[in-house]
C-alpha cells in the first residue's frame, strides 16, 4: 500500500497566484481529509468528505479556499489567489467513514507564498 | 475553552527519564482518543489509542478519565528516538452522523544524552 500520497511536497509561489495541492487517498478509504499546520494554530481541520462528498467545510478559512473531489482517488484543494499568510504545511489524510481507528496522513505539502 | 488543551511544552529530560503529558477535551460526547506522534517536518502518525480502562504499549502508558474529560499519556526510560511532538487527539460526532478527529497543539519532547 503506498499510502496518502500528496503532490508537490514543497511550493512556493507569489502572492495572487493559484496554488492546486493534490492528494490520492488510500484505495478504499472513503473519508478524506484536508488539514492546515501552522506553527500559531496547530492542526485545523480544512474541509472533509464522505463518498466524495463534502461533509464540513466550517474550517475554510475563506472563498479563496476551494476543495473537490472528483472520484474516489483524487482531491485537489486550491487558493486563488493566494496570500503570504497561507504559507504552511497542508496536510491530506484519509480513514473509513466512521472509523475509530484514526486517519492516516500523507506527506504534506509545504507552501510558502512570497 | 478550546476543543482538546494541552501541556504547552516544550520538555526536555534526560534519557531514562519518565514524562508525562496532560491533555483535556471540552466534548463531553467525544468517543475515542488516540495519541499521535509527529516528527520534526513529518506527518503525524497514530501512536496509540486510549481505552476507557487505560493501555499500555511497552513503555507508553494511556490513561482516560471520562468524568473529568481527561487524557494522559506516560513514557518510562524515554530514549532520544522518543524526541517528537505528542499530540492529543479527539474523535467526536461534527453533527449528523459525521464524525471527525480534533487536534490538540502539541507538545514537543527532547530526549537528551
Known amino acids: 500500500d503506498a499510502g496518502v500520497i500528496q503532490s508537490p511536497r514543497h511550493e512556493v509561489t507569489e502572492m495572487g497566484q493559484e496554488v492546486t495541492l493534490r492528494c490520492k487517498p488510500i484505495s478504499g478509504h472513503n473519508s478524506l481529509f484536508w488539514y492546515r499546520q501552522t506553527m500559531m494554530r496547530g492542526l485545523e481541520l480544512l474541509i472533509y468528505f464522505n463518498n466524495n462528498v463534502p461533509i464540513d467545510d466550517s474550517g475554510m478559512p475563506e472563498d479563496r479556499f476551494s476543495a473537490k473531489m472528483p472520484n474516489a482517488s483524487f482531491s485537489t484543494l486550491k487558493i486563488q489567489p493566494s496570500e503570504p499568510r497561507d504559507s504552511a504545511v497542508y496536510f491530506c489524510?484519509?480513514?473509513?467513514?466512521?472509523?475509530?481507528?484514526?486517519?492516516?496522513f500523507g506527506s504534506g505539502t509545504r507552501l510558502t507564498v512570497v | 475553552r478550546k476543543e482538546v488543551e494541552q501541556d504547552p511544552g516544550p520538555f526536555n529530560v534526560p534519557e531514562g527519564a519518565t514524562v508525562a503529558f496532560n491533555c483535556t477535551y471540552s466534548n463531553s460526547a467525544s468517543q475515542s482518543f488516540f495519541w499521535y506522534r509527529q516528527d520534526c517536518r513529518k506527518e503525524p502518525k497514530l501512536l496509540m489509542s486510549?481505552?476507557?480502562s487505560g493501555n499500555e504499549d511497552g513503555r507508553f502508558t494511556a490513561q482516560l478519565n471520562r468524568a473529568s474529560q481527561y487524557i494522559s499519556l506516560l513514557i518510562r526510560d524515554s530514549k532520544l528516538s522518543d524526541s517528537a511532538t505528542y499530540l492529543c487527539?479527539?474523535?467526536?460526532?461534527?453533527?449528523?452522523?459525521?464524525?471527525?478527529?480534533?487536534f490538540g497543539k502539541g507538545t514537543l519532547l527532547t530526549v537528551n544524552p
Open positions: 487527539v479527539v474523535f467526536a460526532n461534527s453533527g449528523g452522523s459525521n464524525y471527525k478527529l480534533t
Open positions: 489524510a484519509s480513514s473509513f467513514i466512521g472509523s475509530n481507528y484514526g486517519y492516516t
Open positions: 486510549v481505552y476507557s
